[in-house]
């Protein structure tokens, strides 16, 4: 039974040292999301940094066309009811 009791003891004194590691590691994080300006939670820092999209002069001229003949059909359509 002595081997049991030295076994639960040392399993105990992991468990403690990973909890300490688990609270050193959450202070870090803290202190890294703090200095980043997240805040409070981790997934939010990563909208903040996500820059603009751009897009091309041809592209803009394809959607305005295709939106004039979206606009075109709904209005074909209310003429004719």
Aim: hydrophobic content about 40%.
């Amino acid at each position: 039974m002595t081997g049991m009791s030295n076994a639960l003891e040392e399993l105990r004194q992991e468990r403690k040292q990973a909890q300490s590691q688990v609270e050193k590691l959450d202070q870090a994080i803290s202190l890294l999301a703090s200095l980043n300006g997240a805040g409070r939670s981790m997934g939010t820092s990563h909208t903040a940094n996500k820059p603009k999209r751009i897009i091309s002069a041809a592209s803009r001229r394809k959607m305005a066309k295709a939106q004039k003949l979206r606009w075109a059909k709904i209005k074909a359509g209310k003429k004719a009811a």
